[in-house]
């Protein structure tokens, strides 16, 4: 066991956009030579690889970047041959399933944030914990180290970590009465506000997403249930057993039921919210139609974006809407509880008897792994629109470079604390992208009451996880 582990030097008890922006730059790290300290630098072997890596449409750094990593991995390890592949998002779980079958896996793979669980509930993965490439639990965020750990099995490590904000025009705040520097505290002020907005502008207040089957639905409703004091399961507790359903609690009713208040009776959200994604509240919050909604870094640059390519009058309502865009915590529940869905993706190693050849090389892969998750690339690897996996990354020259040049990446930062997995279990996409927005679809169609929404849907819950099979 490597002794070369990093001392956490970072207090999570202070966490905020001040607090993040003091500690970048703050410490140097070398990892070829931590990495060696695990896996000799001289090592001669051969690894496996498959992630999805910048794209066509990815800004020129992140290419950059990811050039820049196999170079230095080659300087670090001269002598471990490396075969990597770079699948798209879409195509990955799929081409890592048929690769499985046929035992042609990679020896290492990164998916995303929920993708381990399948395999490793299948027995695909090998076990894996910081511990066994140089690092430990406390490198790492304990919300991201619960998405890698199936039935208190940790089979893999967080690269990179994702959480969104509140995102508000400050100048409709304003033009209805409200603060234009400070977005609603809780949510039930967004139930206020958003109808506020409404009465007295006559536009959409806050952007609803509630779209059947479509991963943004839950990614936006989810972080208001666990505020409330909700969940599908226990998922918001500190050792959850994703046993006991909670979708039906008072917490998970009252988040659902603010949700109808807005949709139904206050009509002040997007009539189209039902058939909605995040991509469809972008057109009218450039054209000042919209007043919230919740979303990444990288939507302030591709509002930017939208707004170069608007003319005449309309480019000067966009332009006003991007010099008026702000940032802020998403909001809390009545209780002060603060949640956001904690996103990404996980480094994994595969089952040698699954691998092409039938064989892995243990060595090789704990040398990729650790340099990949070290402080520097865990960094410079997530630089468009994520967050080090690794903790001490934000201590470094790197992040405070991605600090000072990504605008309101220290608000989404700031949200990582209060990040939630969804449920690590292999029925998660169900209950997430089917189950949930379903419950949403049936209460604010007024097909069911709260109550039986609520009820539908834990009973559906209760019937894949106890074993029943999908719906």
Not at 36 to 60: H, I, L, M, R
Not at 70 to 99: C, G, H
Request: proline fraction near 6%.
């Amino acid at each position: 066991m490597s002794t070369t582990a990093f001392a956490q030097t970072v207090d999570l008890s202070q966490w905020s956009p001040d607090y993040v922006k003091s500690i970048a730059g703050t410490k140097q790290f070398d990892a070829a030579k931590d990495c060696g300290a695990v896996v000799p630098n001289d090592y001669a072997g051969k690894v496996s690889y498959w992630y999805t890596g910048p794209f066509e449409a990815d800004p020129q750094i992140a290419h950059d970047q990811d050039k820049a990593f196999w170079e230095a991995f080659k300087a670090a390890y001269p002598n471990i041959q490396t075969d990597v592949q770079s699948i798209t998002y879409n195509e990955l779980l799929d081409k890592f399933r048929t690769a499985l079958l046929g035992n042609a896996a990679p020896m290492v793979i990164r998916l995303q944030i929920l993708g381990g669980v399948e395999f490793a509930a299948k027995g695909y993965l090998q076990p894996l914990a910081p511990e066994d490439v140089g690092y430990t639990a406390a490198d790492f965020w304990p919300g991201a180290l619960k998405s890698v750990t199936y039935e208190g099995t940790t089979y893999g490590l967080p690269t990179n970590n994702e959480t969104m904000a509140l995102i508000w025009n400050a100048k409709i705040f304003e033009d209805a009465g409200l603060d234009p520097e400070n977005p609603p505290a809780t949510w039930d002020d967004v139930v206020a506000y958003s109808k506020t907005i409404h009465d007295k502008l006559g536009i959409a207040g806050y952007g609803l997403v509630a779209k059947q089957n479509a991963g943004n639905t839950p990614f936006r409703f989810m972080p208001q249930l666990w505020a409330y004091g909700g969940g599908a399961l226990d998922e918001t507790s500190a050792d959850p057993t994703y046993t006991t359903v909670e979708i039906n609690n008072d917490g998970s009713k009252a988040a659902l039921e603010a949700a109808y208040q807005m949709y139904v009776v206050d009509k002040s959200v997007p009539v189209s919210a039902l058939t909605n994604t995040q991509a469809e509240n972008q057109a009218p919050f450039i054209a000042g139609q919209l007043g919230m909604m919740i979303a990444h870094p990288a939507e302030y640059a591709k509002m930017v974006d939208l707004a170069s390519k608007a003319t005449g009058a309309d480019k000067a309502v966009a332009d006003d809407v991007v010099a008026n865009m702000r940032y802020g915590l998403l909001p809390t529940g009545p209780d002060g509880k603060r949640a956001v869905v904690f996103g990404g993706s996980n480094i994994h190693v595969v089952k040698p008897e699954f691998v092409e050849g039938g064989q892995s090389d243990e060595q090789a892969v704990k040398a990729l792994i650790c340099f990949w998750n070290s402080p520097e690339w865990s960094t410079k690897l997530a630089w468009v629109g994520s967050n080090p996996g690794n903790i001490n990354g934000f201590l470094t020259d790197a992040m405070k470079e991605r600090l000072d040049t990504i605008k309101f990446l220290d608000v989404t930062t700031s949200m990582l604390p209060n990040g939630i997995p969804f449920p690590v279990i292999p029925e998660a996409p169900e209950i997430m992208n089917i189950i949930v927005p379903d419950m949403l679809q049936n209460a604010l169609t007024e097909n069911m009451t709260v109550d039986e929404a609520t009820d539908d849907a834990a009973t559906k819950i209760e019937a894949i996880i106890g074993g029943g099979g999908g719906l």
